[in-house]
């Protein structure tokens, strides 16, 4: 449904100008306000492939939370696109890995999500394929552990 929106907003606002540009691509900036995990996955990776349903579901069934791909091998455009159809990837994309931005090592093993909090903070490290059990558990934690309780953090699924 986010993705929905996100592609009618490009759309209703591209029609507005002289040229037809192309959106600018989606950061980390623009989902201030959400929880957002960053996924790194990869084609090759069987995990990541498993982990792609759990991880679409939790980006449509939860309003302040937004999942954020970033393809491992640096892909971009059509062979993005097809490897996204192909593996059922529904989550937006990012063009740049953002791990320098978010102050940490860009991850060795996939997948791994990254866990950003509404303020734009890295928070938390998943490493492995996660359930959305897990998913929601670690969100859950976060959330209660920035509200002053002290929860531990899920580690995988």
Known sequence: MKQLATLFLALLLGACG???EKPAAPS????RGQWVLVNYWAQWCKPC???VPELN????NHADVTV????????SGEELAEQERRLGVAFTTLAADPSAELGVDRPVVLPTT????????????L???Q???????AIDSLRRSAAGGNAELAEGG
């Open 18 to 20: 002289d040229k037809a």
């Open 49 to 51: 492939i498993e982990e």
């Open 57 to 60: 579901e939790l980006d449509m």
């Open 68 to 75: 954020l791909g970033v393809n491992y091998d640096g892909l």
């Open 114 to 125: 990254l866990l950003v909090n509404p303020d734009g903070e890295y928070v938390n490290k």
């Open 127 to 129: 490493v492995g394929p």
């Open 131 to 137: 359930t959305l059990v897990a998913l929601e558990r």
């Open 28 to 31: 980390l900036e623009d989902f």
